[in-house]
């Protein structure tokens, strides 16, 4: 007798203008909130109740932005749980003009046999400006956890004024460890974190940030600068020495806009 196994999904399409929000659509597991605060940017903290994501989730955001400053995050990790068979799915699919916007969810954490793929679309105009922090934890460390195996796709694609701006790539299938542990890879580091930046607001305070002051025994850092955008490589021990790294970085470019979800 064949089991049918239940499945979340869930499905967030919200839109910004002025700051204010002109559409508020929520869906299934998929939930948003916009708390109260005294910042400089509005905060959207999206949140999913099936507590993680596992092989055959569907998940789908969509944020429309103009003309607004807006920070968002998640309420807390997202859990990318073990599974068979097809793989759990999350798009994304961001649009902004002359809207300045804060990508900051927190961190993705894979467990063992995890089966999951993502794909990022954001579409900027030239008047918009952009920080986006992507963290990815290989196994929580503190919890002897550990990624022999699994399935890991993540799919970036940032367009300026619908030309290709910047990509990212990642594609694990099979033996993850072989890669975690290769010297030439991310040498047995178990949390990585990206930042790009792109727009005059943010590039413009790069040119004093001295990347060494925010590195140590536990976390390595690089920092490239090219076609008007920046690319912050961060790799980690674990993800507590990684993410107070990060928040030090997020802190120098944003100042108090860090959302209240990364204090928690």
Partial sequence: MSILIQKSFGEIDIEFNKNSVSKFYQKGASKALLPNNYR??????????????????????????????????????EKIYSGL????????????????????????????NCNFARKINLNLDIFSNLVMCETTIFGR?????????????????INLDEKILHAEAINFSGEIKEFITNKTNLNDKYAVNTILIIGKEFIKKAELLDINKYENKNVKIAISQWDNKILIRSIGNNSYYL?????????YFLGDNLPNVWNS
Avoid at 143 to 157: A, H, I, N, P, R
């Fill in 40 to 77: 400089e940017y509005e905060e959207l903290v999206l949140i999913n109740t099936s507590g993680g994501i596992t092989s055959g989730d569907e998940y789908l955001y969509k944020l429309n932005l103009n003309n607004s400053k807006i920070s968002i995050s998640t309420q807390a990790a």
């Fill in 85 to 112: 068979g097809k793989c759990a799915n999350l798009k994304i699919d961001i649009n902004i003009a002359k809207s300045d916007i804060l990508w900051l969810p927190q961190e993705i954490i894979l467990f063992n």
């Fill in 141 to 157: 460390t503190s919890m002897q956890e550990t990624v022999e195996k699994g399935y890991f796709s993540d799919l970036w694609k």
């Fill in 243 to 251: 993410k107070f790294a990060i928040v030090k970085i997020l802190t």
